[in-house]
């Protein structure tokens, strides 16, 4: 059994900044590739940024320069950054794992964290 826990979101001002925090946790192997999705109200879901288990790292065109996201594979943690918050990142943040475990590999959805930006 695996299980993917979000933290770290909040109300924050506009210009400011948020950590966001992804803890695996269960019979892990392996942490594959991590990403990080939002959905915004009465939008679809999108992403964010990803980082492979090699430390490669892609973001969103609307994130680039502002968000940065990192892992720590010890603690089987993956975290995003967020700087220059904009109301436009308003949304539930949800981090999505690609993971092995001794049975499968499969992917695994948290059950999301609320990011609010006030302007």
């Known amino acids: 059994q695996v299980q993917l826990v979000e933290s770290g979101g909040g109300l924050v001002q506009a210009g400011g900044s948020l950590r966001l925090a992804c803890a695996a946790s269960g019979s892990i192997l392996s942490l594959n590739a991590m990403d990080w999705y939002r959905q915004a109200p009465r939008k679809q879901r999108e992403f964010v940024a990803r980082?492979?288990?090699?430390?490669?790292?892609n973001y969103a065109d609307s994130v680039k320069g502002r968000f940065t996201i990192t892992r720590e594979n010890a603690g089987n943690t993956v975290y995003l950054q967020m700087n220059s918050l904009k109301p436009e990142d308003t949304a539930v943040y949800y981090c999505n794992g690609d993971i092995t475990t001794w049975a499968s590999r499969m992917g695994y959805w948290g059950q999301g964290t609320q990011v609010t930006v006030s302007s």
């Open positions: 980082i492979t288990n090699s430390g490669s790292t």
